[in-house]
């Protein structure tokens, strides 16, 4: 009986001693896992994380429309200047809105409401 038993238990003694590792091995396995827990730290939690990439896209995302809202906005004012350096319409146009001003010959007719009236 011990014959079976002695023959039973060597091959799972020869597994066991497989697996087991020297003691070089045994910090090269550590140092090796602490590298990998080090870069998943960095991947999932530090500066270059795929959380930070997002909100840079999401931040490069808003720039882009705020640029085109600033582009239509100097196209619009490069239009004005040009009316403004070629025409004089446009010099007219802003008199006459902004200052108030008529020209000769013309009747300028101002109407004022009562403070009172609803119509």
Wanted: proline share 3%; no cysteine.
């Amino acid at each position: 009986m011990s014959d079976t038993r002695a023959s039973k238990a060597s091959p799972l003694e020869g597994k066991r001693a497989a697996l087991k590792l020297s003691p070089a091995r045994q910090v090269v396995f550590a140092v090796l896992a602490l590298v990998f827990l080090g870069l998943q730290a960095r991947l999932w939690f530090g500066e270059g994380s795929v959380r930070h990439v997002a909100s840079l896209k999401d931040d490069v995302a808003e720039l882009k429309q705020a640029n085109a809202k600033l582009a239509e906005r100097n196209r619009l004012m490069a239009a004005d200047v040009k009316d403004l350096k070629q025409g004089t319409e446009a010099v007219e146009e802003i008199a006459r809105k902004d200052l108030g001003m008529i020209r000769k010959g013309e009747t300028f007719f101002l109407i004022l409401e009562q403070p009172g009236s609803t119509e």
